[in-house]
């Protein structure tokens, strides 16, 4: 074997920092170690250049690296290189939480880091030893069995792998900024981020002068650095001490780097970036929500994001600011609070990413094991997309209200204004900005009705297609009956208000527990009554026999959710109302009760034919 090909596959869609094509290091450093090891080597990035087909038609193995998002384009690179009967290996944080899918795709998946697997697999290739002794490595036998070998430990030395070559890449000329990593890891743990799972909590990093050695040979060539840590200064000491060597050896470079709100606690660090030339910080702000904060186990306040931003800009640093909506504790309001909060500040460029369950994390665990992740198209996992039911709004909800977000931020106002400042770069961050958001309101209905259609035929199985049943029998005028008998006055008053305002045709029939024939009676089981839901069960029995109603003629369906405005949308969904209405309709109720919400995740529904 000879020929060893790296893919990084392309991303799904555009984002405000696409015409950077930055790439991530995994392939170029493989694909350096493998190199040096007497190999030939090349790696195409497919976001900087699309593949040259016929250079890689004399491939003996193909390496492909993705993330969640790219999943589904690796996966068709890889069955097109298995069709040609080439070797396909696949890496990154999607394959190593996944391996069971992505052996659908490949001969081999490197699970976690790759730099001494791949040594390893390759010497297994050439000299046919034993595969089940490199740790790290998943595998089918010849029986299609499937094995994974347990996990490797993380690198301990970081200075043991060589300095990239980005000579490998294809076109590499066409890129503008070069990615340098200084350290691994991070010692925080956000619920919602796979750099734990993937590179561990213990943070690792190089030596300085190995660093310096990396910025030499590589900066020149290019306007700009991306240091590629996720906290670059974990560490304090370190990167200053780093950034005095950058200062100390005159090296003129321009970059921006990852960091965390607390850096600006640090004004020696603040300082130190500034004049080894820190250009722009990108800082998870994830929030403004104290309890979406919390949930999300940053450890950080909203007063830590509001001092950073004050004393970053007064270090004259630009901040990318990135927040991340539609966790359990936020609501539209939050998504619209959280653009105007970025306006008012007036930092130079947001992303503002939807909530994204990426294998590995404990969201991803939370939100599959209870059932709410809606798909598993991996394409649509890129934070731009919901894909998970949300609990205070619906999915398309938070879908559309984080672009309109976007929109409200990226403006031709604000681009006339960075033109007026002769700030050339902001201009064009801000024009992405606007097509990416342009781009995606107008691709967001199509996506919409899908996420719809998916939502409303699961609802339809769950509920036995009462829906249908429902709308045949009652024709325009639909008559219901809600059952109130064991809710609190606030309780009631908040369903008739919700029932009345969703659908001016319905006539709502408050009454004891009565079954009629051809309607529906809905019973709110409010939290205080769970208890009471066998009771229920029973006492129904009892009604059917007082009112004749023959037993197979009814339906008993518990309609489970997860919060009271959820239990809304059921009971919309039930009556075929717009998610409009349900919200308006819902948002009013709450009103007509004083804004104070109440428990209620399951409602009962009888239907009598
Ligand atoms: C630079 C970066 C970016 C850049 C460039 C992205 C790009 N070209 O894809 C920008 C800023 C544009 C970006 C955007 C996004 N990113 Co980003 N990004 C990173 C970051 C910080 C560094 C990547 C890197 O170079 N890592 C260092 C190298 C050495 O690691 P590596 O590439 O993973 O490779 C190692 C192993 O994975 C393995 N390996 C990898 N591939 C292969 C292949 C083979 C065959 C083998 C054997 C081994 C192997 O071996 C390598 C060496 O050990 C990572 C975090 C991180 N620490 O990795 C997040 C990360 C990759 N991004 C992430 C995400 C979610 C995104 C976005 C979807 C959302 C966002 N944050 O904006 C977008 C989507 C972009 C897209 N491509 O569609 C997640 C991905 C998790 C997942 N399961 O999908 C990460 C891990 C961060 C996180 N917090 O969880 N990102
Ligand atoms: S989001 Fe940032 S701070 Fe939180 S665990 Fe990931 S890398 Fe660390």
């Given at each position: 074997m000879n020929n060893i090909y790296f893919i990084e596959a392309k991303s799904p869609g555009a984002h405000i920092f696409s015409f950077t094509t930055l790439p991530r290091l995994g392939s170029i450093l493989l694909g350096t170690i493998l190199k040096q090891k007497g190999y030939n080597v090349k790696v195409f990035i497919e976001d900087i250049a699309p593949i040259p087909w016929s250079l890689l038609d004399d491939a003996d193995m193909v390496c492909i690296s993705s993330i969640t998002s790219t999943a589904n384009r690796a996966f068709q690179l890889a069955d097109k290189f298995r069709k040609r009967g080439v070797l396909v290996a696949l890496g990154g944080p999607h394959s190593t939480f996944l391996p069971?899918?992505?052996?659908?795709?490949?001969?081999?998946?490197?699970?976690?880091?790759?730099?001494?697997?791949?040594?390893?697999?390759?010497?297994?290739?050439?000299?046919?030893?034993?595969?089940?002794?490199?740790?790290?490595?998943?595998?089918k036998n010849n029986e299609g069995e499937i094995f994974h070998n347990p996990d490797r430990a993380l690198i301990q030395d970081l200075n043991s792998a060589p300095i990239p070559d980005f000579s490998l890449v294809h076109k590499w000329e066409k890129s503008t900024v070069v990615p340098v990593a200084t350290s691994r890891g991070c010692p925080f743990g956000c619920k919602f981020c796979s750099v734990i799972p993937m590179f561990g909590r213990k943070y690792r990093y190089?030596?300085?002068?190995?660093?310096?050695?990396?910025?030499?040979?590589?900066?020149?060539?290019?306007?700009?650095?991306?240091?590629?840590?996720?906290?670059?200064?974990?560490?304090?000491?370190?990167?200053?001490?780093?950034?005095?060597?950058?200062?100390?050896?005159?090296?003129?470079?321009?970059?921006?780097?990852?960091?965390?709100?607390?850096?600006?606690?640090?004004?020696?660090?603040?300082?130190?970036?500034?004049?080894?030339?820190?250009?722009?910080?990108?800082?998870?702000?994830?929030?403004?929500?104290?309890?979406?904060?919390?949930?999300?186990?940053?450890?950080?306040?909203l007063r830590?994001?509001?001092?950073?931003?004050?004393?970053?800009?007064?270090?004259?640093?630009?901040?990318?600011?990135?927040?991340?909506?539609?966790?359990?504790?936020?609501?539209?309001?939050?998504?619209?609070?959280?653009?105007?909060?970025?306006?008012?500040?007036?930092?130079?460029?947001?992303?503002?990413?939807?909530l994204t369950p990426l294998p590995g994390t404990p969201v991803f665990e939370e939100l599959r094991d209870s059932g709410r992740l809606i798909h598993k198209d991996w394409s649509k996992y890129d934070a731009h997309h919901a894909v998970f039911e949300p609990t205070q709004m619906t999915a398309f909800e938070l879908h559309v209200e984080t672009l309109k977000a976007m929109a409200k931020f990226y403006s031709w106002p604000a681009v006339l204004r960075n033109l007026w400042q002769f700030d050339f770069f902001y201009a064009v961050v801000g024009i992405y900005g606007i097509r990416s958001v342009k781009k995606a309101l107008s691709g967001?209905?199509?996506?919409?009705?899908?996420?719809?259609?998916?939502?409303?035929?699961k609802f339809d199985n769950r509920t036995d297609k009462i829906r249908q049943f429902f709308q045949q029998k009652q024709g325009k005028s639909k008559n219901i009956i809600l059952n109130t008998t064991s809710l609190e006055n606030s309780e009631s008053r908040f369903f008739t208000t919700f029932l009345n305002k969703l659908d001016k045709k319905l006539i709502i029939n408050k009454e004891?527990?009565?079954?009629?024939?051809?309607?529906?009676?809905?019973?709110?089981?409010?939290?205080?009554?769970?208890?009471?839901?066998?009771?229920?069960?029973?006492?129904?029995?009892?009604?059917?026999?007082?009112?004749?109603?023959?037993?197979?003629?009814?339906?008993?369906?518990?309609?489970?959710?997860?919060?009271?405005?959820?239990?809304?949308?059921?009971?919309?969904?039930?009556?075929?109302?717009?998610s409009r209405k349900i919200r308006k309709a819902y948002e009013q109720a709450l009103k007509s009760i004083g804004g104070n919400e109440f428990e209620c995740k399951q409602v009962l529904v009888i239907v009598a034919r």
């Amino acid at each position: 074997m000879n020929n060893i090909y790296f893919i990084e596959a392309k991303s799904p869609g555009a984002h405000i920092f696409s015409f950077t094509t930055l790439p991530r290091l995994g392939s170029i450093l493989l694909g350096t170690i493998l190199k040096q090891k007497g190999y030939n080597v090349k790696v195409f990035i497919e976001d900087i250049a699309p593949i040259p087909w016929s250079l890689l038609d004399d491939a003996d193995m193909v390496c492909i690296s993705s993330i969640t998002s790219t999943a589904n384009r690796a996966f068709q690179l890889a069955d097109k290189f298995r069709k040609r009967g080439v070797l396909v290996a696949l890496g990154g944080p999607h394959s190593t939480f996944l391996p069971d899918e992505s052996l659908n795709y490949a001969d081999f998946i490197i699970r976690g880091e790759g730099e001494e697997t791949l040594v390893e697999l390759i010497d297994y290739i050439n000299s046919n030893t034993k595969l089940n002794s490199i740790k790290g490595l998943s595998f089918k036998n010849n029986e299609g069995e499937i094995f994974h070998n347990p996990d490797r430990a993380l690198i301990q030395d970081l200075n043991s792998a060589p300095i990239p070559d980005f000579s490998l890449v294809h076109k590499w000329e066409k890129s503008t900024v070069v990615p340098v990593a200084t350290s691994r890891g991070c010692p925080f743990g956000c619920k919602f981020c796979s750099v734990i799972p993937m590179f561990g909590r213990k943070y690792r990093y190089k030596s300085i002068d190995r660093i310096i050695d990396e910025i030499e040979a590589a900066a020149p060539k290019k306007g700009h650095v991306f240091f590629i840590d996720d906290n670059f200064a974990a560490n304090k000491n370190r990167t200053k001490e780093l950034l005095r060597s950058i200062i100390a050896k005159k090296i003129k470079i321009e970059w921006s780097a990852q960091v965390r709100t607390d850096v600006a606690k640090d004004y020696e660090l603040m300082s130190l970036m500034k004049k080894a030339g820190c250009f722009a910080v990108f800082i998870g702000f994830e929030s403004i929500n104290p309890k979406t904060l919390s949930l999300y186990n940053k450890g950080q306040e909203l007063r830590d994001i509001e001092n950073a931003i004050r004393i970053v800009k007064n270090h004259n640093i630009n901040i990318h600011g990135m927040f991340v909506l539609g966790s359990d504790t936020d609501d539209i309001q939050t998504i619209r609070n959280t653009a105007r909060f970025a306006k008012k500040l007036d930092i130079e460029s947001i992303q503002l990413m939807v909530l994204t369950p990426l294998p590995g994390t404990p969201v991803f665990e939370e939100l599959r094991d209870s059932g709410r992740l809606i798909h598993k198209d991996w394409s649509k996992y890129d934070a731009h997309h919901a894909v998970f039911e949300p609990t205070q709004m619906t999915a398309f909800e938070l879908h559309v209200e984080t672009l309109k977000a976007m929109a409200k931020f990226y403006s031709w106002p604000a681009v006339l204004r960075n033109l007026w400042q002769f700030d050339f770069f902001y201009a064009v961050v801000g024009i992405y900005g606007i097509r990416s958001v342009k781009k995606a309101l107008s691709g967001a209905k199509s996506y919409v009705d899908q996420l719809k259609e998916l939502i409303t035929t699961k609802f339809d199985n769950r509920t036995d297609k009462i829906r249908q049943f429902f709308q045949q029998k009652q024709g325009k005028s639909k008559n219901i009956i809600l059952n109130t008998t064991s809710l609190e006055n606030s309780e009631s008053r908040f369903f008739t208000t919700f029932l009345n305002k969703l659908d001016k045709k319905l006539i709502i029939n408050k009454e004891e527990f009565k079954v009629h024939k051809n309607t529906l009676t809905i019973t709110p089981l409010v939290d205080h009554l769970k208890n009471k839901h066998q009771q229920g069960i029973q006492q129904l029995s009892e009604v059917y026999d007082k009112n004749k109603v023959a037993l197979d003629s009814i339906k008993v369906i518990t309609m489970e959710s997860i919060s009271l405005y959820k239990s809304c949308v059921n009971i919309g969904l039930l009556l075929n109302a717009s998610s409009r209405k349900i919200r308006k309709a819902y948002e009013q109720a709450l009103k007509s009760i004083g804004g104070n919400e109440f428990e209620c995740k399951q409602v009962l529904v009888i239907v009598a034919r």
